[in-house]
């Protein structure tokens, strides 16, 4: 059975770093593109970030170009992500996805092609 489990949340400061962990059991990671989501308090979730099965492209969203960074390890099963400057307008619940696609190229603007999501982890920056 397909699941992922996201880990790595917490309290930061601004301007701080965190990096998140998305690690998947029941099939083989490569085989599936992987996307980051988030969802703030009162508002639709959105994407993040996404990358393929090889790990050779990715996307952003605006709002975290030049901060955040996806990457994979399917050896280990696990995908990260990696936050760096962090701002208070970063809390939400952050969420792993996985499609089941063998794809040179990944997009965020869909959630519903995504058929498979960890619980969440939260992420709360605050002084």
């Known amino acids: 059975q397909l699941q992922l489990v996201e880990s790595g949340g917490g309290l930061v400061q601004p301007g701080g770093p965190l990096m998140l962990s998305c690690v998947a059991s029941?099939?083989?990671?490569?085989?599936?593109?992987i996307g980051w989501f988030r969802q703030a308090p009162g508002k639709e979730r959105e994407g993040v970030a996404c990358i393929t099965n090889s790990g050779g492209s990715t996307t952003y969203a605006d709002s975290v170009k030049g901060r955040f960074t996806i990457s994979r390890d399917n050896a280990k099963n696990t995908v990260y992500l990696q936050m760096n400057s962090l701002e208070p307008e970063d809390t939400a619940i952050y969420y792993c996805a996985a499609d089941q696609v063998f794809s040179d190229a990944c997009g965020i603007n869909w959630l519903g092609m995504y058929e498979s999501w960890g619980q969440g982890t939260q992420v709360t920056v605050s002084s």
């Open positions: 029941g099939f083989t990671l490569d085989k599936y593109v």
